[in-house]
């Protein structure tokens, strides 16, 4: 049976439940953050993201949390945060400290009562103590990062936060495939919106360094990247005997025109025609200068030119990318990952 506890003064934020025995029951509030979220902390990788409060309250005592970014799951009574520990430690301590203090004065008063009247001459060191009345420390309030925008579950519709690239939910782990193509493609949009914000003396000598040029060339990397690992999940899903289908295909998903043809074998629409036909062809041309500046610094060869026989540049000449082809190339992927992934929706 818990019985009340009394004597203790605690911060505003920690409460005293009761005590059994030598047992004393405290409760300690994590307010949350402005937006209504509270941090929750990987043990593993130990980076930070935010679960909106309200979901978080209503999900089983005995519920497990995946870390969004590294998959790490476990009770979620692990996924403290460094803030929300100390400000744990802090309610422990001023509780530590009364229990001492207490221990003390029942110690003082439990001795003058018992002491025996001097008697001849002695030798010793009189101790005193005064007591007075305790005044706790407040505890240390939650100020981490603020979150950016909020994300909501499409299979169990909780709201969480994220302070970097993540592949899996709190609550349901691994996302699905097409999530996490959008979101890549939504980082790459954000990257190129970052260099055009740029104040243009900061801007000037990285453009003469080249580094706008390695960026947009990176973009078109990352690109032909999602397409491939959203290709790749939605094949291996979809297709009972996959590995057999793909067993000595190499890398098909970075092969366009291989990976219709591998995804209509399979008895699925052909993705040359679910797409318009403009943005196919354009689609190809960027799969084709992605390979040469992959596989030859950019420099144009007789591959690139049997892609994209329209193409004005000659054998030898280096491709120039810009920020427009890029934001274009962007565009037509997310119709790409959308086609693929609408392949195989009933």
């Known amino acids: 049976m818990w019985k009340r506890a009394s004597g203790f003064r605690m911060p505003a934020g920690a409460e005293i439940l009761g005590t059994q025995g030598d047992v004393t029951r405290m409760q300690v509030t994590i307010p949350p953050d402005e937006q209504g979220f509270h941090g929750r902390q990987c043990p593993a990788c130990e980076a930070v993201f935010r679960v909106d409060s309200d979901d978080y309250a209503a999900l089983p005592d005995d519920c497990e949390l995946w870390c969004v970014y590294c998959g790490h799951h476990a009770d979620h009574g692990d996924f403290v945060t460094q803030q929300q520990q100390e400000r744990l430690v802090r309610a422990a301590r001023e509780l530590g400290l009364q229990m001492v203090r207490n221990g003390l004065e029942d110690a003082f008063r439990r001795t003058a009562r018992r002491r025996p009247a001097p008697r001849g001459r002695t030798f010793g060191i009189d101790i005193s103590y005064r007591s007075a009345p305790y005044r706790p420390q407040p505890l240390p309030d939650i100020n981490e990062e603020r979150l950016i925008r909020v994300r909501t579950c499409g299979g169990c519709a909780l709201r969480y936060a994220v302070f970097g690239e993540h592949r899996f939910c709190p609550v349901c782990g691994q996302l699905p495939a097409e999530v996490v193509a959008l979101d890549a493609l939504g980082a790459d949009t954000a990257r190129l919106d970052c260099l055009a914000q ?36 939605v094949f291996q899903d979809a297709v009972a005997d996959s590995a057999a289908k793909l067993k000595g295909k190499g890398n098909i998903f970075q092969r366009l025109d291989d990976t219709a043809e591998l995804f209509a074998a399979a008895g699925y629409p052909d993705l040359r025609s679910t797409l318009d036909p403009a943005i196919w062809q354009r689609l190809v041309e960027i799969w084709a200068a992605r390979h040469v500046f992959t596989h030859t610094d950019g420099l144009v060869d007789a591959k690139y030119l049997a892609k994209v026989p329209a193409s004005q540049v000659r054998i030898g000449q280096r491709l120039t990318i810009t920020e427009t082809i890029c934001r274009q190339a962007i565009a037509d992927t997310e119709a790409l990952c959308r086609a693929i992934t609408s392949l195989t929706t009933p």
């Open 198 to 233: 740029l104040p243009a003396d900061t801007a000037a000598p990285l453009r003469e360094q080249g580094v706008f040029t390695r960026m947009w060339v990176d973009t078109l990397e990352n690109l032909v990247t999602v397409v491939e690992t959203l290709a790749a999940a």
